[in-house]
């Protein structure tokens, strides 16, 4: 997963035609496509460690378990 | 008004989470109470506790890895450099991933089957560095044939203080991912 490539060439090519095309709509777009996915993975990795934590008090912590 | 949580984050970390990301605030201030949380579960757990569990020592190891991983993205994030926040973020994610598997079933023996499955892949690296010392001189090589040497033998130390599991082999991350539940994909996401 870490390694995995990040989708660079898909973003460059769709830069490459919109710049081509000349459509600043179209650019915008994407930029904030591209910065909307990066903010869902740094909550998405967040959701996941906090998962992780929560199974980590259920297993260790017996009666202790997180504050809702 | 942001926390004593997020301005000790901000403080440690050198950064300002910008005022438009208050999304940020709420992820930094959630993910430090859970943390504080979980440290409290290893500060109070007693010492039969400890000895009937013993992976929890490296659990709580790995849930400070993956923690890095998710502070860092964070900070990329705040400081305008998404795309390495996404590396950061699947770091955490792949690391937040191995924790739950780990506790999802048999707990030593995973944690074994982990160490191991590092073992193996390190010896067909330390393979693959010997292989490409044909690419080098005579004196070049003799350098690296010493390195190979030492990490060998480090790596066997590392093989018998692993032994002594079941034998469960470790799968993939997608595997173990899979397992864990569904997840949603960057095309899904897009859809």
């Given at each position: 997963?870490?390694?995995?490539?990040?989708a660079?060439?898909?973003?460059?090519?769709?830069?490459?035609?919109?710049?081509?095309l000349?459509?600043?709509?179209l650019?915008?777009?994407?930029?904030?496509?591209?910065l909307?996915f990066?903010?869902?993975?740094?909550?998405?990795?967040?959701?996941?460690?906090?998962?992780?934590?929560?199974?980590?008090?259920?297993?260790?912590?017996?009666?202790?378990?997180?504050?809702? | 008004?942001?926390?004593?949580?997020?301005?000790?984050?901000?403080?440690?970390?050198?950064?300002t989470?910008p005022?438009?990301?208050?999304r940020?605030?709420?992820?930094?201030?959630?993910?430090?109470?859970?943390?504080?949380?979980?440290?409290?579960?290893?500060?109070?757990?007693?010492?039969?506790?400890?000895?009937?569990k013993?992976?929890?020592?490296?659990?709580?190891?790995?849930?400070?890895?993956?923690?890095?991983?998710?502070?860092?993205?964070?900070?990329?994030?705040?400081?305008?450099?998404?795309?390495?926040?996404?590396?950061?973020?699947?770091?955490?994610?792949?690391?937040?991933?191995?924790?739950?598997?780990?506790?999802?079933?048999?707990?030593?023996?995973?944690?074994?089957?982990?160490?191991?499955?590092?073992?193996?892949?390190?010896?067909?690296?330390?393979?693959?560095?010997?292989?490409?010392?044909?690419?080098?001189?005579?004196?070049?090589?003799?350098?690296?044939?010493?390195?190979?040497?030492?990490?060998?033998?480090?790596?066997?130390?590392?093989?018998?203080?692993?032994?002594?599991?079941?034998?469960?082999s470790?799968?993939?991350?997608?595997?173990?991912?899979?397992?864990?539940?569904?997840?949603?994909?960057?095309?899904?996401?897009?859809?």
């Open positions: 997963m870490s390694s995995q490539t990040h660079d060439a898909e973003d460059t090519i769709s830069y490459f035609f919109f710049t081509v000349g459509d600043e709509q650019l915008r777009q994407m930029s904030l496509e591209v909307a990066s903010e869902y993975l740094v909550h998405f990795g967040a959701h996941s460690y906090l998962k992780a934590l929560l199974r980590y008090s259920a297993v260790f912590g017996g009666t202790k378990s997180f504050r809702q | 008004m942001h926390s004593e949580n997020v301005k000790v984050f901000e403080q440690y970390h050198l950064i989470i005022d438009v990301w208050d940020g605030y709420t992820l930094v201030d959630s993910v430090l109470n859970a943390r504080d949380e979980s440290t409290s579960v290893l500060a109070s757990a007693s010492e039969e506790k400890l000895v009937a013993p992976t929890i020592g490296i659990i709580e190891q790995l849930l400070d890895r993956a923690y890095e991983h998710v502070a860092a993205s964070v900070v990329c994030f705040a400081t305008k450099n998404g795309a390495t926040a996404e590396i950061a973020a699947r770091a955490a994610m792949e690391a937040s991933t191995n924790v739950r598997y780990i506790l999802a079933g048999d707990r030593n023996s995973r944690v074994l089957a982990w160490l191991r499955a590092f073992l193996v892949q390190d010896s067909k690296q330390i393979n693959n560095w010997e292989r490409a010392l044909s690419n080098h001189s005579a004196n070049e090589a003799e350098v690296h044939r010493e390195g190979i040497q030492r990490r060998r033998r480090v790596r066997e130390n590392g093989k018998n203080s692993s032994r002594g599991s079941n034998g469960s470790r799968p993939s991350v997608c595997i173990r991912a899979t397992k864990l539940g569904p997840s949603l994909s960057r095309r899904a996401l897009r859809q």
